[in-house]
């Protein structure tokens, strides 16, 4: 297996991800009769907000996925990381979208930690 399967697979599951969220924002925008902003409409602001909060956090984590790849972390940690951290953002994008507040907090805090491990990790091999 090619050290960089697990930052291609997560490319490719939080591509998708984010194009998911994208969909619903523009068929949102359809169905509400809104071409800019939220238009005051909470279903469609809640929308924008998670698919913009994919965007803050998918391209670090993915630099920081790359970086592990680049310095050959061990497989399985790498796809530790992949899986529990697509994981975390589909369930903070439900959340945000259906109004599970538990899913929202529980995809928000699974993040953070994940960077937090992703980036000691990373540091960790550095300066060892």
């Given at each position: ?25 523009s ?18 602001f ?6 913009s ?9 993915g ?24 994981l ?15 899913a929202?907090?529980l ?7 994940l ?14």
């Open positions: 297996m090619s050290s960089y399967f697990w930052f291609s697979v997560f490319v490719a599951s939080n591509a998708l991800l984010l194009f998911m969220l994208a969909m619903r924002v068929l949102l925008r359809v169905k509400f009769g809104i071409s800019t902003g939220d238009g005051d409409n909470p279903v469609l809640k929308a924008i907000r998670a698919h909060n994919g965007v803050e956090q998918v391209p670090m984590f630099l920081l996925i790359l970086a592990l790849s680049f310095n050959e972390l061990r497989s399985d940690y790498l796809a530790a990381l992949v899986v529990v951290f697509t975390a953002r589909l369930c903070h994008g439900v959340g945000m979208n259906y109004r599970i507040y538990r929202r907090q995809g928000a805090g699974v993040t953070y930690l960077h937090i491990i992703a980036a000691v990790l990373l540091a960790k091999i550095i300066l060892l």
